[in-house]
């Protein structure tokens, strides 16, 4: 599956963005699908993951209340919403699909897309 980001740009403290991933093929709703993001320096990191009929999802703690994952499987998208967003979300935000369920480290997920910055100004 191939996948493509989009929807980062920049905003101010305490604004929102929604960021969507889009996948090509017709597997998507078999796969479960995350979101991870890297800050310059940084290791990639999990922010959250959803499975494949969006029922279930997981955050990591630092976004709970704030971010929500969730995912259209006719539109072969996942998103991402963003609120109240600080200084320290700012990173290159990926996508990824994996076939174990609710994974939460990057190697668990095969197929990444390309990523897309956002940056919040304080």
């Known amino acids: 599956v191939q996948l493509q980001a989009f929807g980062g740009g920049l905003v101010q403290a305490g604004g929102s963005l929604r960021l969507s991933c889009a996948a090509s093929?017709?597997?998507?709703?078999?796969?479960?699908m995350g979101w991870f993001r890297q800050a310059p320096g940084k290791e990639r990191d999990f922010v959250a993951a959803?499975?494949?009929?969006?029922?279930?999802?997981d955050y990591v703690d630092s976004v709970k209340g704030r971010f929500t994952i969730s995912r259209d499987n006719a539109k072969n998208t996942v998103y991402l919403q963003m609120d109240s967003l600080k200084p320290e979300d700012t990173a290159v935000y990926y996508c990824?699909?994996?076939?174990?369920?609710?994974?939460?480290?990057?190697?668990?997920?095969?197929?990444w897309g390309q990523g897309t910055q956002v940056t919040v100004s304080s």
């Open positions: 990824a699909a994996s076939s174990i369920p609710i994974a939460t480290m990057p190697y668990e997920y095969a197929f």
């Open positions: 093929g017709r597997t998507f709703s078999r796969y479960d």
């Open positions: 959803i499975g494949r009929s969006g029922s279930s999802t």
